[in-house]
């Protein structure tokens, strides 16, 4: 199997150094020169990875190609390239639909889009894929845990969710620096704080059906410190606070899809 990645920055070079660190047998990767210091890592890192002179070597020497190049300039780089009808193109642009795609990668036969984290370089990932076939979601079942969605709306519902990562972090931020400031070592701290969340995920993650309220139920024992702290934070409107986040972001993330329809360029 032949893989082509047309873009080589932070999300492609995990997925490459995903692939390569897993089971997957019989795969070469062909990358294309941009972000020479990736591309060049990754190829002398792995014997499976080549590093070829351009983005149309990539697409000549491969069969399933990976786009990962910037918003702005996609269409435009997209649009300079000869595909053939037996690929499989897969998208990690956000403003491009699986239509706005088709116009810029035609005569291929399968145009996916999907969203990797860059967690992928662990093997843990959700990695939701629109238009995917059994092949596509066996390739990222390597480095994560594909998920198919429907059409573009939950996509891209799923995709704003991804604009939660940092406030994630800075919540158990948060968490270290007043568990610090009342005496507790750093590192014992900050490794509590991990291991804490993860434990509390990792049961879930392995049922068919998750419910979370019922898991905030079973944690919040009546007049515990679970109850307490959830009726506080309910007060002080925490919870409606990560809403109208989620609503405002989506509003962007739409307001860039029109944006990018009216002009022909997808922006950031």
């Not at 300079?80 to 990668?105: D, G, M, Q, R, W």
Request: aromatic share 8%; hydrophobic share 40%.
């Amino acid at each position: 199997m032949k893989l082509g990645f047309i873009g080589i920055g932070r999300i492609a070079s995990a997925i490459v150094k995903g692939l390569c660190t897993s089971d997957i047998q019989d795969t070469t990767i062909n990358l294309s020169p941009r972000n020479e210091n990736n591309s060049n890592y990754l190829a002398r890192t792995f014997s499976n990875v080549n590093r070829l002179e351009s983005n149309q070597s990539v697409l000549d020497n491969s069969e399933i190609i990976f786009i990962a190049v910037p918003p702005k300039s996609s269409k435009e780089i997209l649009n300079n390239l000869k595909f053939k009808e037996a690929h499989t193109v897969i998208s990690f642009i956000p403003f491009l639909t699986i239509s706005n795609l088709s116009e810029v990668v035609k005569p291929a036969s399968l145009i996916c889009r999907a969203i990797p984290l860059p967690t992928v370089v662990n093997h843990d990932c959700p990695i939701p894929i629109l238009n995917s076939n059994k092949r596509i979601a066996e390739i990222f079942s390597y480095i994560g845990q594909p998920l198919l969605v429907e059409d573009e709306n939950q996509l891209h519902i799923l995709w704003t969710l991804t604009g939660f990562i940092s406030s994630f972090y800075d919540l158990l931020q948060e968490l270290s620096d007043w568990t610090i400031s009342n005496g507790v070592n750093k590192t014992i701290a900050d490794k509590y704080i991990v291991d804490m969340y993860h434990s509390l995920i990792s049961s879930p993650k392995q049922e068919n059906k998750i419910d979370f309220n019922e898991l905030a139920k079973h944690a919040a024992t009546p007049n515990g410190m679970n109850e307490q702290a959830v009726k506080e934070l309910k007060a002080k409107g925490t919870h409606q606070a990560y809403k109208i986040a989620a609503e405002n972001l989506l509003k962007r993330f739409i307001s860039n899809f029109e944006n990018s329809e009216k002009s022909g360029t997808a922006t950031d």
